[in-house]
Structure formats: structure tokens, C-alpha cells
């Protein structure tokens, strides 16, 4: 009997060590497909080519430029192999700035099992559709970056230019 009830003991911590298994890897799964997001920033200056121009929650264009940079980050895979050179996007005036007074976090998958995230308090998104670094976001804070790639859309400038 004791033989017997040792056997049902050892089927029963099999069961379960396979059932959270199988649990932790459904939640895995559950917050790879969760929308990723960055928060709104607390202001955001587009670089242009005759100045600069700083944006707070009461410019009508405000949430426009969070929903669809929202939308462009959804491509992020990876860490993007190039030099963001920030100072020369600003002088350029091709270079979206997203300004935040506490740290945010923004996360990505890298692997079906694998996220990665970063952490920051300023975003850069250049916007010059003729360089290669313009499906990136950089960022300033923890993580390794620039990462993308993201996904295009031509009404952010459109937006930006009104």
C-alpha cells in the first residue's frame, strides 16, 4: 500500500510541475500578443528644418501623434544594427522627440518566448523617409537601442506640418 501511495504521490507532482509549465508558457505567449504601447509623453518637439516646434496635451495634434506612433512601434522585432546620431537629426530637422518627466518602460518580443524592454524618459523617432534609420526609435535610459523596425506611415509628417 505504501508502495502504491508513493506512486500516486510522484504522478501528482509530475502533473502539476507539467501543468505550470504548460501555464507559464500560455502567459508567455498572452504578453508577447498584448498591444504594445508607449505611454503619452509629457510634450513632444518635432525638429524641422527652420526651428523646432514643442507640443504639450492641449495641441489638437498631440494624441494624432501618440496613436500613430503607437501603431508604428508595433513592427519592433530587435535591436537595429546602425548609429542613431541624434545632434544630426535635430540640425536636419527630421527628428521627433518624445519628453516624459518620470521613466516609462516599453516592451517587445524578440522570440515567440523572448521580451526584452527598455527603459526611458526620451524617445527619438527620425522622420527623414529617405534614411535608413527612419524605422527606428531610440531612446534615452536602459536597454540597448535603437530598436525597430517600425512600421511606416506617411500622415505622421502630414500631421506634424498643419
Known amino acids: 500500500m505504501n508502495k502504491k501511495k508513493t506512486t500516486v504521490l510522484v504522478m501528482v507532482v509530475l502533473l502539476m510541475i507539467i501543468a505550470s509549465t504548460l501555464l507559464m508558457k500560455n502567459d508567455i ?5 498584448e498591444h504594445r504601447s508607449i505611454a503619452a509623453p509629457d510634450s513632444i518637439i518635432y525638429y524641422k528644418k527652420d526651428g523646432r516646434i514643442t507640443l504639450t496635451k492641449s495641441d489638437y495634434r ?3 501623434i501618440v496613436s500613430i506612433t503607437n501603431e508604428r512601434v508595433k513592427g519592433i522585432k530587435d535591436m537595429a544594427p546602425s548609429i542613431f546620431m541624434l545632434d544630426d537629426l535635430k540640425k536636419k530637422g527630421t527628428l521627433l522627440e518624445f519628453d ?4 516609462q ?4 518580443a524578440v522570440r515567440p518566448n523572448e521580451l526584452r524592454t527598455v527603459t526611458y524618459t526620451k524617445l527619438y523617432f527620425d ?5 535608413s534609420k527612419s524605422d527606428q526609435m531610440d531612446f534615452e535610459g536602459e536597454g540597448y537601442g535603437p530598436i525597430g ?3 511606416r506611415d506617411d500622415k505622421l509628417l502630414d500631421i506634424l506640418n498643419k
Open 105 to 108: 518602460t516599453f516592451k517587445y
Open 29 to 33: 505567449r498572452a504578453k508577447l500578443s
Open 149 to 151: 523596425p517600425l512600421l
Open 100 to 103: 516624459y518627466s518620470e521613466k
Open 62 to 64: 498631440f494624441y494624432s
Open 127 to 131: 522622420l527623414d523617409k529617405n534614411d
